[in-house]
């Protein structure tokens, strides 16, 4: 069964310090997502993209946070300069189409650690 | 702003015992999902509901939306352990462009 896959599981940096999230969402898929989760807390939308554009994107999803498909399969998340309140878990999704019927898929997430 | 509400937060059961999970949420939308967690894991989809009046079931969980009510519930049939899990409620966004989900119930199974 198609899945969506992520790498890599756990990533520890240094505030300060750039990071690429990787995804590769199911290969018949049109819309991507990136969700992330504090420790203990609810799943928060941060950034929708489709047709390499983003489609909606949450208050925090700032600046220092940017999205890209650089080619046909990857679809990363960077997050430029790393804040200590980054350290989350990071999900990537995909979907056939935008809401409705089509359900999201969601990867296994990377653990992102700041310190 | 679009909210989504589950209850309760936290639900400690004995095997055996049945219970309900309440999602209230404030969108039109007639959409919703529950999804499971696993401690550490990613989020596995357990029901799409896609109208007013949908009930779907698998094996000891039923879910059910009520659009008019704004309202869906998971309900816990004859509780085991295995259901031991966080579970959340998520509703499409006002574009379909993004889920909207609630604060998750911890449901932990006594044996």
């Known amino acids: 069964e198609p899945e969506v896959t992520q790498t890599p599981s756990h990533q520890v940096t240094q505030m300060g310090q750039e990071v690429i999230l990787r995804c590769v969402p199911i290969s018949n898929h049109l819309y991507f997502y990136w969700y992330r989760q504090i420790l203990g807390q609810k799943v928060e939308f941060l950034v929708s993209?489709?047709?390499?554009?983003?489609?909606?994107k949450s208050e925090i999803f700032d600046d220092q946070f940017s999205v890209e498909r650089p080619d046909g399969s990857n679809f990363t998340l960077k997050i430029r300069s790393t804040k200590l309140e980054d350290s989350a878990m990071y999900f990537c999704?995909?979907?056939?189409?935008?809401?409705?019927?089509?359900?999201?898929?969601f990867g296994p997430g990377t653990r992102l650690t700041v310190t | 702003e679009l909210k989504v509400e589950q209850n309760p937060l936290f639900l400690s059961m004995q095997e055996g015992k049945n219970y309900t999970i309440y999602c209230n949420y404030s969108?039109?939308?007639?959409?919703l999902y529950w999804y499971r967690q696993d401690p550490g894991k990613s989020l596995e989809s357990l029901f799409v509901?896609?109208?007013?009046?949908a009930v779907k079931q698998e094996g000891r969980l039923m879910a059910s939306l009520d659009t008019k009510a704004r309202l869906s519930t998971l309900h816990i049939t004859a509780a085991v352990h295995d259901l031991s899990a966080t579970y959340f409620c998520?509703?499409?966004?006002?574009?379909?462009?993004?889920?909207?989900f609630g604060a998750g119930t911890i449901l932990r199974v006594k044996s």
């Open positions: 969108t039109t939308s007639d959409r």
């Open positions: 998520a509703v499409d966004g006002e574009y379909g462009n993004k889920l909207v």
């Open positions: 993209f489709y047709n390499n554009e983003i489609s909606e």
């Open positions: 999704a995909s979907s056939e189409t935008s809401g409705g019927f089509y359900e999201q898929y």
């Open positions: 509901l896609l109208s007013n009046g």
